[in-house]
């Protein structure tokens, strides 16, 4: 150690005279005494720069170099190379750690040159394997490159890597496929031939023979790869696909009964299967495909999924007798009325051309009890004559003409009362009959339809007189409708107490009457809009213009939820509030009991938060739901520019006007729900015929119960028939899909509209009578003009019957539509004798 200082201070003497090449003598003598110091090798080649020995310099340097790659330092390494080595040639080897050093550093676009550069030198060393490291390093940095994996594959072939060459040429034979095919799978067999022992390399090779047409050797490539025990699911799609594609049906059933047992949501190819399987003439085998699928799509409650893709088979294979009666069989059990109709509306012609009347007629009679109106049912039937025995005929025809009379119908809505005959003489059933009215108005009040409860405790009334005076149950559930018919106990059953009543809104004052005028105008307003938002942005913007209110706030929600709907009307002048600022105030409105029937008062001088939201006095009233009173909603009037004394006028108007908001909003909800449940055809949004009674006769009930009007329209393509027989029926549906589609597009949200025959559509239009709807129905007509039907050289016409529907307190329901349906009948039959293009009401 003293030595190495001795040369070090003789070293610095004779730095500080200026005598570098003693300095030099001395550092290179210490050097040797210690050649780890990294300090001391640096100082050393900076003073051989100095002394223009530039050749020597990049010796140490070198090693310097070393050293530090050794030690795994990057950075001070590749400074080291760039300043003082990179300009001369350099040891392939120094090349190989300069390119790991700049790989670890992250910088692989430079670390790739420098593996290149040493690649190029090594090659010239004849080092294939140091060449073959290079190439490795350079393919895993660029993995996208199939120039390069070609490289090393050849590379690694040369050298008798044959498993480092497979994955090589497999990468880029991945690489070409897309835009070269067949340069692709050159690759791929290469890589094959390498190591045909290599799943992987099987499976992309089988992959790409598929994707070629190749099935068959697909198939031989593939096979050996599968067992049931250690299945692949990538081998046995790949696999299934070529069966499939091969025909080979039966093998590929069993495959991909073993890929859906490892990937159980892997059902698509098994689809394919039952479809090939029908095209094969095997409607037997697409079935208990089929039925799996749908014990599988069952359990996992996506039957609504299975029926699709069931259908979607089905209309690519109609004339198969037997899947077509297995889709009916689905539809009829899923309640699908409208497309267990279209099955069977094919079914019949099926069984028609290949001459078997006899099933025909069982589907003519399967179509009748679906649809008794349906006008096709009397077309079948003529297409039968002379095929069938005359006692068959006879009956099918039979049932036509008794389903056909629109009055026999009233019988499905009087069921109670014959249950009720059967039973005058046996008090069992007697007091089934009566519990099982009772449920049905428990359910009824329980999903707040209280119309259709007062309905059914009218009949139990009817059928039980006096029962209430008995029934604690019966009597409270007369009390929870708020329903009194003549004759009703005047006090409860001894031992049951009915629910107590809900308070009773204030009495308006003298001048609070001034505003029945104004609630009526804003009702009529409400229940013409299309949906909740729309109700509650109409109910605001009248409220605060009526009352001349800075702003007019109305949420959907209950309390303590984020609220499902938020509107607001601004005065001219007063900004939109922040949505920071809506929070807050139902925030404030949330620590508050908000009353009822008065609602809730706050000024900024009481409560400060107010200042807060852009608001010095607040009028807020809850939207109560009336069957349950509960509050699903609020209105808020709000002052911003002074302090205001909401007076008891205020306060009654905007009670009554909530309280129309929600029973708007919840018919605006039952309708949805309704269509929902009615299956709207899926490409029109039109209800299906055989959902047309019976959602009549809920709409006349609805409009009963409020007092309003209802209008039936029926709109029939002039010279339906013929036109019918001329463009053939797809192009006619495609015809009256587009005018649906018009239709739909200039009626309100709260009308129904419904398939009535191939060349007619019905309206359901509410609120309105035969008088006023007349305009829009000429609206509609005009606009039907421009509607071509393909294959007919004028523009097609259609003819309107306008019936008004006598609601009266006194009539029953089914009478009502009895009568709406025979009138609407009857002026259509005007219509057309009167020709083309005419509405009559």
Not at 401 to 426: H, K, N, P, Y
Request: proline share 5%; with cysteine.
């Amino acid at each position: 150690m003293e030595r190495i200082e001795k040369h070090l201070q003789k070293a610095e003497k004779y730095l500080s005279k200026n005598k570098i090449e003693a300095a030099i003598d001395e550092y290179k003598a210490a050097h040797e005494l210690q050649p780890q110091d990294l300090e001391l090798l640096s100082t050393l080649a900076d003073l051989l720069v100095r002394a223009d020995r530039k050749e020597e310099s990049r010796q140490y340097y070198g090693k310097l170099f070393d050293k530090y790659a050794e030690k795994g330092d990057a950075t001070r390494a590749v400074s080291i190379y760039r300043r003082s080595l990179q300009d001369t040639p350099q040891l392939a080897g120094r090349q190989f750690q300069l390119a790991r050093l700049l790989e670890r550093a992250d910088k692989k676009d430079d670390a790739v040159k420098v593996y290149r550069t040493a690649t190029d030198q090594f090659a010239r060393e004849k080092k294939n394997k140091a060449v073959l490291d290079c190439l490795g390093r350079i393919a895993a940095l660029k993995p996208d490159d199939a120039d390069v994996q070609m490289e090393l594959g050849k590379q690694a072939t040369r050298l008798g890597h044959a498993e480092v060459a497979a994955r090589a040429f497999l990468r880029a034979g991945q690489l070409r496929l897309p835009e070269d095919l067949r340069k692709g799978l050159e690759l791929l067999e290469r890589a094959y031939q390498l190591s045909p022992a290599d799943r992987t390399v099987a499976l992309f090779l089988g992959q790409a023979l598929v994707s070629d047409g190749d099935h068959k050797r697909a198939v031989e490539l593939l096979f050996p790869l599968y067992t049931e025990k250690t299945a692949d699911p990538a081998v046995l799609q790949t696999l299934a696909g070529a069966l499939l594609a091969a025909q080979r049906l039966t093998e590929a059933e069993e495959v991909l009964e073993a890929y859906y047992r490892a990937q159980p949501d892997s059902y698509e190819k098994l689809f394919e299967l039952a479809d090939l399987y029908c095209k094969a003439d095997q409607p037997e085998k697409c079935i208990g495909v089929l039925k799996r699928l749908r014990e599988y799509f069952s359990n996992a409650q996506r039957e609504k999924e299975f029926l699709e893709r069931v259908e979607t088979i089905y209309d690519l294979n109609q004339a198969v007798v037997p899947l077509a009666e297995f889709v009916a069989g689905l539809f009829d059990e899923a309640n699908l009325e409208s497309r267990y109709a279209q099955v069977l509306g094919k079914l019949f012609g099926v069984y028609l051309a290949a001459g078997d009347a006899a099933p025909a007629a069982d589907v003519l009679e399967r179509l009748i009890e679906l649809d008794p109106y349906d006008f096709e049912n009397q077309q079948r039937l003529e297409q039968l004559k002379g095929k069938l025995d005359d006692t068959r005929f006879r009956a099918v025809a039979s049932r036509i003409t008794s389903a056909a009379t629109v009055t026999g119908q009233a019988t499905v809505f009087s069921q109670t009362g014959g249950q009720m005959a059967e039973a005058a003489d046996d008090p069992q059933k007697k007091e089934a009959v009566l519990e099982d009215l009772i449920v049905q108005v428990e359910i009824f009040l329980q999903y707040s339809l209280k119309t259709k409860a007062i309905e059914k405790l009218g009949k139990l009334h009817e059928l039980f007189p006096g029962e209430e005076a008995r029934n604690a149950r019966l009597y409270k559930l007369y009390e929870e409708a708020q329903f009194f018919p003549p004759g009703f106990a005047e006090s409860p059953p001894r031992g049951g107490a009915p629910t107590p009543a809900a308070p009773a809104a204030p009495a308006p004052s003298a001048d609070a009457v001034s505003h029945l005028a104004k609630i009526s105008e804003i009702t009529h307003t409400l229940f013409r809009q299309r949906g909740p938002k729309e109700i509650l942005q109409a109910a605001v913007a009248e409220l605060g213009k009526y009352l001349r209110a800075s702003r007019c706030l109305g949420v959907l929600g209950r309390p303590g939820k984020l609220p499902s709907v938020t509107v607001e009307f601004c005065a001219p002048g007063v900004p939109q509030s922040p949505r920071a600022a809506v929070v807050r105030l139902l925030a404030l409105l949330g620590k508050v009991k908000v009353d009822s029937e008065t609602g809730v008062v706050l000024d900024a001088e009481l409560s400060p938060e107010l200042k807060r939201v852009g608001a010095k006095s607040v009028l807020a009233m809850p939207l109560i739901e009336k069957e349950k009173q509960e509050p699903v909603g609020l209105l808020v009037l709000s002052q911003a520019d002074s302090l205001r004394q909401w007076n008891p006028n205020e306060v009654y108007l905007l009670k009554a006007v909530a309280d129309q908001v929600e029973t708007a909003v919840s018919h605006t909800k039952l309708r949805s729900l309704m269509k929902t449940m009615t299956v709207a055809d899926d490409g029109t949004g039109l209800l299906r015929r055989s959902s047309y009674l019976d959602t009549l006769v809920a709409e006349v009930g609805r409009h009963k119960t409020q007092g309003t009007s209802l209008v039936v329209v029926l709109l029939e393509l002039d010279k339906g028939a013929s036109l019918l027989h001329q463009v053939g029926e797809a192009t006619m549906e495609k015809f009256m899909r587009e005018v649906s589609t018009i239709i739909l597009g200039q009626t309100r949200q709260n009308d129904l509209a419904f398939w009535y025959s191939a060349t007619a559509l019905a309206l359901v239009l509410g609120d309105t009578t035969a008088k006023q709807c007349q305009p829009m129905v000429e609206k509609l007509r005009t606009a039907l003009l421009e509607v071509k039907l393909p294959g007919v050289k004028d523009l097609p016409s259609f003819s309107a019957a306008i019936s008004e529907a006598a609601i009266r307190p006194d009539y029953d329901e089914p009478d009502i539509v009895t009568d709406v349906i025979n009138r609407a009948e009857f002026t259509l039959e005007e219509a057309r004798k009167k020709g083309n293009a005419v509405a009559v009401w």
